[in-house]
């Protein structure tokens, strides 16, 4: 406890100092070239590699370079040779308008050369191993050059930049005129490996770890200047630095680590936006001396003094990896730390040194964000880690393995390990209670990372905290109560005693934030000695690796087979459940694919490889079809021999099932034809599900579009099964549901169930209990069971249904008298011609290929929709549909769509305009005529907008919505053909029966009747069976387009046929009738004319046009559209009746002569305008005025005759 409170004071003391003692600013420069440029004139510039930096032999390197050209002439980005050699090794630039490239005494010239005065983004990268040399510009791969050898850059050369070079007899580097650039350069920098493009483009802010952009690596003549074209904005920094710390009290050792006052220092001094990942702390270096006292300042005087006075506890070199959040442009940030660092630390008892000039800010790659702890290695200081360790094999030697580990530190020994389980007390009501938990356990144990929390598993109390409050009110000071189970890991080799005093300490504080108050109730702490994990053989696609033994919670690295310069990573990994070690997945993203599909013939499948055999395959597939839509016919009959070797020679158990029925659904899913193999797969799912071992009495496997289920029943308890699936989309798992008993009814949500009856009992193996096995399978593709008999063009059959099998194992099921009762949801609506037929696949039907059969079945057809079978057998059923050929192909119905929407669209336009017209003129519906014509433009508006909307409104899924749609097109359907019969009605009055009749409320009476008789039929049909109307899928009868797209409309077809179809066909027979006796009468009344003249024609076929748009008798065209002729017939019925509305604005208002006046009297101006008072009104009927002497004027309703 001692040790704890000294190494707490320390800390806290620590901090006080470093916050209220703070030291003067030193003058720094910064030597980063980011945000600079190097400016090349006609007077040759040299910079050059300076020659303190090394580079080594490489065989491959990337170099990347930003460029502007200002001169259309012969230019150089950079040349690298070999010591004392005038043959250029590397080398880029431009001659004669063309990119040129040098390698090794050889050059290459592209077309391609880069625009003046604009800057250019190069990146050249090489690999010697793969004999290839890249070029890519502005983040544009350009050029690949193939190398016939495989060259080693030479160590140590000289490189400039701007221009060509030559070494002289004194060793200096001169340049060469003619071919430097005039331009500008920035951002040069060089890394020791070929990378990719993609790699190239998430590296454009980073610095090379060859060659950086920083003054310290060149040699110039010519100073940079500032670059305001060039900003990199980047959020990962690495700082390194000489750092040494300073004991001015004399205390001893220091409790606290060089990491951890690292720490501290950096988190007070560093600004929010930034935030620390990593530090590293590495290579002890010597307490500086400062021998020129003179060239310090007073301040810096008295640090000396002061200095002199301590004891120097540690000099190191510190790297440190942070994060600026959100990203700032590279040489801002650089110049911000290390303005920040080069600021003096505390000088009481302690103090923290940084070397100014050697403090290095690089932009880096992105950080790990891997949810494990980094791996970290320990070199020259001991420093503890929280993070699993890259860890030595426990017994290295006498290994035979593919690859050999990689020895990291061989004196390495296993950690420390305690389980600990706390209960604790939460009062306040965060948004995130488990988060606070554990941020306060990690933040009491990893104060120093000598410890690290591993597996932190938190569960609410919900049991005591409902009865504690069953009786009170809930509020924020009521506490609730967590347990928490987790490990810990000690690296820092103190005694078990020690460190369960410091748990103790740790957690048994009370913790207060605000309103958040944190107390532990119970703490059970558990010394643990975990097993190593033991060695262990992977077979996995990257190739054969033996894991070696490996202490808990550290990361195997083994060489990779391919590239053997990667490596791979594999985790000891402690359960929280059960306290043991166990190996984790490989990381093997590093390493390339050693196996193929092709290679699965050369596996043996043994009972100890199955499980990763099957892994391997499933691999291999996911790799194939990402690189194809589909498996070659003998990549499959790999797969599915070796998966049949498995089921065959191994135990499956649900992971390794998991896995067969993924890979199946994988290969489905894709372009490949299985049906050589459908049989074989069909087989391979039997033998799996019967053998497959699971814990319990059942276990599902699901995978898109596949669903298992397997149950084990004792057979003197078996009472019936019912088995279930639907499923949204091929693409989706689905879901299924078992009831144990026999079911009879249909369920509503299910697209296939299957109910086994009670006397299956008689078929079950006799023996011990549950030993008894009945799997069910659910289909939601055809791929498996395609028959050459009903695929061919001949065949009217289609499978209108997914499929769903039962089986029971070591039994073949047949002659049922309780039959198997099996319903199924039809992916097609059956129409009424249509025919349905259950089916069972009959594997031995066309030669072993499979095909549908129907023996042994029984088909009862239950609506459109839904089709029941009763079969007296198990096996794999489905519902076929025999569609009756019709001359509609798909691309007619496309167009007869089509043709419908823009008819009704142009209708209800013209029919609004009709409506506008007069409505707004009083003149024109002074006559009974004009008022029917009104009522009748209304009801073809609302039946023409309905039609429009219907799809749309059906697509919101919506049940009240489709019904409330689909009545609503009923009625103002009926309506439309109501006011047809009335127009009827009137004309027979008017023109037929008799003249100069008075009729008292003539109008109200029609409206009464027009609209009150659809009301009428459209309600009782609510009040019988609101079902009748909702959502079709397809039209069911002919006289509706047929779609694949949802459609509110009737479904019964008894009401279909007695409303719509009767109503209908009695309103035309009428109308057809009235119209006949109405030509006559018209007809006779021109006779009667005198003055008729050569128009008397033209006129009658105006008024038989406008009779038979009135009247509707382009409708009947419909009864009569069957035989050779069906599809021109069908054709003409949909274009004129869609355009019904256009022809009454047509007749009735564009072609009547006192619509057209009243137009221009009142919407025209200028010379087309008449006078109110013009002889128009001598020709208006009189119906109003004399309504009470006569029906109505014989002239206007033979207008259309006599116009």
Same mark, same amino acid.
């Given at each position: 406890?001692?040790?704890?409170?000294?190494?707490?004071?320390?800390?806290?003391?620590?901090?006080?100092?470093?916050?209220?003692?703070?030291?003067?600013?030193?003058?720094?420069?910064?030597?980063?070239?980011?945000?600079?440029?190097?400016?090349?004139? $006609?007077?040759?510039?040299?910079?050059?590699?300076?020659?303190?930096?090394?580079?080594?032999?490489?065989?491959?390197?990337?170099?990347?370079?930003?460029?502007?050209?200002?001169?259309?002439?012969?230019?150089?980005?950079?040349?690298?040779?070999?010591?004392?050699?005038?043959?250029?090794?590397?080398?880029?630039?431009?001659?004669?308008?063309?990119?040129?490239?040098?390698?090794?005494?050889?050059?290459?010239?592209?077309?391609?050369?880069?625009?003046?005065?604009?800057?250019?983004?190069?990146?050249?990268?090489?690999?010697?191993?793969?004999?290839?040399?890249?070029?890519?510009?502005?983040?544009?791969?350009? @050029?690949?050059?193939?190398? =016939?050898?495989?060259?080693?850059?030479?160590?140590?050369?000289?490189?400039?930049?701007?221009?060509?070079?030559?070494?002289?007899?004194?060793?200096?580097?001169?340049?060469?005129?003619?071919?430097?650039?005039?331009?500008?350069?920035?951002?040069?920098?060089?890394?020791?490996?070929?990378?990719?493009?993609?790699?190239?483009?998430?590296?454009?802010?980073?610095?090379?770890?060859?060659?950086?952009?920083?003054?310290?690596?060149?040699?110039?003549?010519?100073?940079?200047?500032?670059?305001?074209?060039?900003?990199?904005?980047?959020?990962?920094?690495?700082?390194?630095?000489?750092?040494?710390?300073?004991?001015?009290?004399?205390?001893?050792?220091?409790?606290?680590?060089?990491?951890?006052?690292?720490?501290?220092?950096?988190?007070?001094?560093?600004?929010?936006?930034?935030?620390?990942?990593?530090?590293?702390?590495?290579?002890?270096?010597?307490?500086?001396?400062?021998?020129?006292?003179?060239?310090?300042?007073?301040?810096?005087?008295?640090?000396?003094?002061?200095?002199?006075?301590?004891?120097?506890?540690?000099?190191?070199?510190?790297?440190?990896?942070?994060?600026?959040?959100?990203?700032?442009?590279?040489?801002?940030?650089?110049?911000?730390?290390?303005?920040?660092?080069?600021?003096?630390?505390? &000088?009481?008892?302690?103090?923290?040194?940084?070397?100014?000039?050697?403090?290095?800010?690089?932009?880096?790659?992105?950080?790990?964000?891997?949810?494990?702890?980094?791996?970290?290695?320990?070199?020259?200081?001991?420093?503890?880690?929280?993070?699993?360790?890259? *860890?030595?094999?426990?017994?290295?030697?006498?290994?035979?393995?593919?690859?050999?580990p990689l020895h990291v530190n061989d004196t390495a020994e296993p950690d420390q390990f305690f389980r600990v389980d706390l209960v604790l007390n939460m009062t306040g009501s965060p948004l995130d209670p488990k988060d606070i938990i554990e941020k306060w356990v990690k933040k009491q144990l990893e104060v120093n990372n000598t410890m690290s929390v591993l597996n932190?598993?938190?569960?609410?109390?919900?049991?005591?905290?409902?009865?504690?409050? *069953?009786?009170?009110?809930?509020?924020?000071?009521?506490?609730?109560?967590?347990?928490?189970?987790?490990?810990?890991?000690?690296?820092?080799?103190?005694?078990?005693?020690?460190?369960?005093?410091?748990?103790?300490?740790?957690?048994?504080?009370?913790?207060?934030?605000?309103?958040?108050?944190?107390?532990?109730?119970?703490?059970?702490?558990?010394?643990?000695?975990?097993?190593?994990?033991?060695?262990?053989?992977?077979?996995?696609?990257?190739?054969?690796?033996?894991?070696?033994?490996?202490?808990?919670?550290?990361?195997?690295?083994?060489g990779c087979i391919a590239p053997t310069s990667e490596r791979a990573f594999r985790l000891c990994k402690l359960d929280i459940e059960t306290d043991t070690t166990r190996w984790a997945d490989p990381n093997m993203k590093n390493c390339h694919q050693h196996l193929s599909i092709s290679d699965l013939n050369n596996i043996t499948v043994t009972p100890g490889n199955?499980?990763?055999?099957?892994?391997?395959?499933?691999?291999?597939?996911?790799?194939?079809?990402?690189?194809?839509?589909?498996?070659?016919?003998?990549?499959?009959?790999?797969?599915?021999?070796?998966?049949?070797?498995?089921?065959?020679?191994?135990?499956?158990? *649900?992971?390794?099932?998991?896995?067969?029925?993924?890979?199946?659904?994988?290969?489905?899913?894709?372009?490949?034809?299985?049906?050589?193999?459908?049989?074989?797969?069909?087989?391979?799912?039997?033998?799996?599900?019967?053998?497959?071992? $699971?814990?319990?009495?059942?276990?599902?496997?699901?995978?898109?579009?596949?669903?298992?289920?397997?149950?084990?029943?004792?057979?003197?308890?078996?009472?019936?099964?019912?088995?279930?699936?639907?499923?949204?989309?091929?693409?989706?798992?689905?879901?299924?549901?078992?009831?144990?008993?026999?079911?009879?009814?249909?369920?509503? =949500?299910?697209?296939?169930?299957?109910? &086994?009856?009670?006397?299956?009992?008689?078929?079950?193996?006799?023996?011990?209990?549950?030993?008894?096995?009945?799997?069910?399978?659910?289909?939601?593709?055809?791929?498996?069971?395609?028959?050459?008999?009903?695929?061919?063009?001949?065949?009217?059959?289609?499978?209108?249904?997914?499929?769903?099998?039962?089986?029971?194992?070591?039994?073949?099921?047949?002659?049922?008298?309780?039959?198997?009762?099996?319903?199924?949801?039809?992916?097609?609506?059956?129409?009424?011609?249509?025919?349905?037929?259950?089916?069972?696949?009959?594997?031995?039907?066309?030669?072993?290929?499979?095909?549908?059969?129907?023996? /042994?079945?029984?088909?009862?057809?239950?609506?459109?929709?839904?089709?029941?079978?009763?079969?007296?057998?198990?096996?794999?059923?489905?519902?076929?549909?025999?569609?009756?050929?019709?001359?509609?192909?798909?691309?007619?119905?496309?167009? &007869?769509?089509?043709?419908?929407?823009?008819?009704?669209?142009?209708?209800?336009?013209?029919?609004?305009?009709?409506?506008?017209?007069?409505?707004?003129?009083?003149?024109?519906?002074?006559?009974?005529?004009?008022? @029917?014509?009104?009522?009748?433009?209304?009801?073809?508006?609302?039946?023409?907008?309905?039609?429009?909307?219907?799809?749309?409104?059906?697509?919101?899924?919506?049940?009240?919505?489709?019904?409330?749609?689909?009545?609503?097109?009923?009625?103002?359907?009926?309506?439309?053909?109501?006011?047809?019969?009335?127009?009827?009605?009137?004309?027979?009055?008017?023109?037929?029966?008799?003249?100069?009749?008075?009729?008292?409320?003539?109008?109200?009476?029609?409206?009464?009747? /027009?609209?009150?008789?659809?009301?009428?039929?459209?309600?009782?049909?609510?009040?019988?069976?609101?079902?009748?109307? /909702?959502?079709?899928?397809?039209?069911?009868?002919?006289?509706?387009?047929?779609?694949?797209?949802?459609?509110?409309?009737?479904q019964n077809d008894v009401v279909f046929f007695v409303t719509v179809v009767a109503f209908i066909g009695l309103t035309l027979l009428c109308n057809m009738s009235v119209f006949i006796m109405v030509l006559i009468q018209i007809k006779q009344i021109g006779a009667n004319k005198l003055s008729a003249n050569s128009h008397g024609s033209v006129l009658d076929l105006?008024?038989?046009?406008?009779?038979?748009?009135?009247? /509707?008798?382009?409708?009947?065209?419909?009864?009569?559209?069957?035989?050779?002729?069906?599809?021109?017939?069908?054709?003409?019925?949909?274009?004129?009746?869609?355009?019904?509305?256009?022809?009454?604005?047509?007749?009735?208002?564009?072609?009547?002569?006192?619509?057209?006046?009243?137009?221009?009297?009142?919407?025209?101006?200028?010379?087309?305008?008449?006078?109110?008072?013009?002889?128009?009104?001598?020709?208006?009927?009189?119906?109003?005025?004399?309504?009470?002497?006569?029906?109505?004027?014989?002239?206007?309703?033979?207008?259309?005759?006599?116009?």
């Amino acid at each position: 406890m001692n040790s704890i409170r000294s190494l707490s004071s320390l800390a806290i003391c620590f901090c006080i100092f470093m916050s209220a003692c703070p030291l003067g600013s030193t003058t720094f420069a910064s030597t980063s070239l980011w945000g600079k440029k190097l400016v090349f004139q $006609f007077q040759p510039c040299l910079w050059q590699l300076h020659s303190g930096v090394s580079v080594p032999a490489l065989r491959e390197l990337s170099v990347c370079m930003s460029l502007r050209r200002t001169v259309s002439a012969d230019w150089t980005g950079f040349e690298y040779k070999a010591p004392g050699n005038r043959e250029t090794q590397l080398g880029f630039g431009g001659k004669n308008g063309k990119l040129l490239v040098k390698f090794f005494g050889q050059e290459w010239q592209f077309q391609n050369n880069l625009t003046v005065n604009e800057w250019h983004s190069v990146c050249l990268t090489w690999s010697g191993q793969a004999q290839r040399l890249r070029i890519s510009i502005n983040s544009t791969f350009l @050029i690949e050059i193939s190398l =016939t050898t495989s060259q080693q850059l030479s160590k140590n050369g000289t490189l400039t930049l701007g221009v060509s070079h030559y070494v002289n007899a004194n060793g200096e580097i001169q340049p060469e005129t003619g071919t430097n650039l005039v331009g500008e350069i920035g951002l040069f920098r060089m890394w020791a490996r070929e990378w990719s493009l993609g790699e190239l483009k998430n590296l454009n802010c980073t610095d090379g770890d060859l060659v950086s952009w920083d003054l310290k690596q060149w040699t110039y003549d010519c100073p940079p200047e500032p670059n305001i074209n060039l900003h990199c904005a980047w959020s990962f920094y690495t700082v390194k630095m000489e750092t040494c710390i300073f004991n001015t009290l004399n205390l001893g050792n220091l409790l606290l680590s060089p990491e951890e006052i690292s720490k501290i220092w950096l988190e007070r001094i560093l600004p929010q936006n930034i935030s620390i990942h990593s530090i590293l702390v590495s290579s002890p270096c010597s307490c500086p001396i400062v021998n020129d006292s003179a060239a310090l300042d007073k301040d810096q005087t008295q640090e000396l003094e002061l200095l002199s006075n301590t004891i120097c506890d540690n000099c190191f070199n510190c790297e440190v990896h942070i994060n600026v959040n959100p990203p700032a442009d590279v040489e801002v940030v650089q110049a911000e730390i290390t303005a920040l660092l080069s600021l003096r630390s505390p &000088l009481n008892f302690l103090n923290l040194s940084v070397q100014a000039n050697d403090i290095v800010v690089l932009p880096v790659e992105q950080f790990s964000t891997a949810t494990e702890p980094a791996p970290t290695v320990s070199s020259g200081i001991d420093t503890p880690t929280t993070a699993p360790t890259l *860890s030595p094999s426990v017994h290295p030697a006498n290994m035979s393995t593919t690859r050999e580990p990689l020895h990291v530190n061989d004196t390495a020994e296993p950690d420390q390990f305690f389980r600990v389980d706390l209960v604790l007390n939460m009062t306040g009501s965060p948004l995130d209670p488990k988060d606070i938990i554990e941020k306060w356990v990690k933040k009491q144990l990893e104060v120093n990372n000598t410890m690290s929390v591993l597996n932190l598993d938190i569960k609410e109390n919900a049991v005591r905290n409902t009865e504690h409050y *069953s009786n009170l009110m809930i509020s924020q000071d009521q506490p609730k109560q967590y347990y928490c189970a987790f490990h810990v890991q000690e690296c820092n080799k103190n005694t078990v005693a020690e460190i369960e005093i410091r748990i103790q300490a740790a957690l048994a504080s009370k913790y207060q934030n605000h309103s958040i108050i944190i107390q532990t109730v119970e703490l059970m702490i558990r010394h643990i000695v975990p097993k190593n994990c033991s060695e262990d053989t992977s077979f996995t696609i990257y190739g054969k690796y033996i894991w070696p033994e490996t202490f808990p919670q550290r990361i195997q690295v083994m060489g990779c087979i391919a590239p053997t310069s990667e490596r791979a990573f594999r985790l000891c990994k402690l359960d929280i459940e059960t306290d043991t070690t166990r190996w984790a997945d490989p990381n093997m993203k590093n390493c390339h694919q050693h196996l193929s599909i092709s290679d699965l013939n050369n596996i043996t499948v043994t009972p100890g490889n199955a499980a990763e055999v099957v892994v391997v395959i499933q691999d291999l597939v996911v790799i194939q079809l990402g690189n194809s839509s589909e498996l070659s016919p003998s990549h499959l009959e790999s797969v599915v021999e070796k998966l049949s070797e498995v089921v065959d020679e191994s135990i499956v158990n *649900s992971a390794v099932g998991a896995n067969i029925v993924t890979i199946v659904s994988d290969i489905l899913l894709s372009n490949t034809d299985v049906t050589p193999v459908s049989n074989t797969f069909l087989n391979l799912t039997d033998r799996m599900a019967d053998n497959m071992i $699971f814990q319990g009495e059942s276990a599902n496997l699901t995978a898109p579009p596949l669903g298992f289920s397997m149950i084990n029943v004792a057979p003197e308890e078996f009472s019936g099964l019912t088995f279930g699936a639907s499923i949204v989309s091929p693409t989706k798992n689905p879901e299924m549901f078992v009831d144990q008993g026999f079911v009879n009814k249909p369920h509503p =949500t299910a697209n296939a169930t299957i109910s &086994l009856p009670s006397a299956l009992n008689d078929f079950f193996s006799t023996g011990e209990r549950n030993t008894t096995r009945v799997q069910f399978q659910f289909y939601g593709t055809h791929e498996l069971f395609q028959d050459l008999d009903i695929n061919n063009a001949q065949s009217n059959w289609t499978l209108n249904s997914y499929v769903v099998s039962a089986s029971i194992n070591d039994s073949k099921i047949m002659n049922l008298e309780d039959r198997v009762v099996v319903t199924f949801s039809h992916q097609i609506p059956k129409k009424p011609r249509d025919k349905v037929q259950c089916m069972f696949w009959d594997f031995h039907k066309n030669g072993g290929r499979g095909g549908w059969n129907s023996s /042994g079945c029984e088909t009862k057809s239950i609506s459109p929709y839904q089709t029941s079978c009763l079969c007296d057998h198990l096996t794999h059923f489905a519902v076929l549909l025999n569609v009756e050929r019709t001359p509609f192909s798909k691309v007619n119905e496309q167009i &007869l769509t089509v043709i419908s929407y823009i008819g009704c669209g142009i209708s209800s336009i013209f029919l609004g305009l009709t409506l506008l017209t007069y409505l707004i003129f009083e003149k024109l519906r002074q006559d009974y005529p004009s008022k @029917i014509l009104i009522n009748l433009s209304a009801a073809l508006q609302g039946l023409s907008i309905l039609f429009l909307l219907n799809t749309w409104l059906s697509s919101f899924s919506s049940y009240g919505l489709c019904i409330a749609t689909a009545a609503t097109l009923h009625y103002f359907m009926l309506a439309s053909f109501t006011w047809m019969g009335l127009e009827a009605v009137h004309m027979y009055l008017a023109l037929v029966k008799v003249f100069n009749t008075y009729i008292p409320s003539y109008i109200l009476k029609f409206c009464i009747t /027009g609209w009150g008789i659809p009301a009428v039929i459209v309600s009782l049909v609510l009040v019988i069976d609101k079902d009748a109307y /909702g959502s079709l899928a397809d039209a069911e009868n002919e006289m509706v387009l047929d779609s694949t797209e949802a459609f509110c409309w009737i479904q019964n077809d008894v009401v279909f046929f007695v409303t719509v179809v009767a109503f209908i066909g009695l309103t035309l027979l009428c109308n057809m009738s009235v119209f006949i006796m109405v030509l006559i009468q018209i007809k006779q009344i021109g006779a009667n004319k005198l003055s008729a003249n050569s128009h008397g024609s033209v006129l009658d076929l105006k008024a038989v046009a406008s009779l038979t748009v009135l009247l /509707g008798l382009t409708w009947s065209i419909g009864f009569f559209s069957f035989g050779p002729a069906r599809v021109v017939l069908v054709y003409l019925f949909v274009f004129l009746n869609s355009l019904q509305g256009f022809f009454v604005f047509l007749f009735h208002c564009l072609m009547k002569e006192n619509v057209r006046k009243q137009w221009r009297i009142h919407l025209c101006c200028g010379r087309f305008r008449l006078s109110e008072y013009s002889d128009w009104s001598r020709s208006v009927t009189v119906g109003d005025r004399s309504k009470k002497k006569n029906l109505v004027n014989s002239d206007s309703v033979a207008s259309g005759s006599s116009q």
